[in-house]
């Protein structure tokens, strides 16, 4: 089995499973890197870190998430993934929803300029 694997500015993805109604990824966020501000019309998120800290935007609240812990981003919030630390951060991510494609992003704030609104 081939792993779908990404390149980003902030970073790396790999699929590591996928199915009709969810999709597992392994992210790593380089640090001192962030996503972009954005949201998902179809898909909510879970995200564990498994190193690293993470900095999370979600909605109103920015707050940190740190080995072992979680944090769970509804469906249609503005949220996003900041490594503010020295070391790479990885989380699990586990999307779920009607539709998981790469194109259910509406950015609002990027670093990279790849920002729609």
Known sequence: MTLERGERPWGTYTVLEENS??????????????????????????WIVVSGTALVTCGEREFMVNVNESTFIPIGEQHRLQNPGKIPLVIIEVQSGEYLGEDDIVRFQDDYQRAEA
């Open 21 to 46: 109604h969810y999709k597992i990824k392994r992210i790593e966020v380089s640090p001192g890197q962030r996503l972009s501000l954005q949201k998902h019309h179809h898909r909510s998120e879970h």
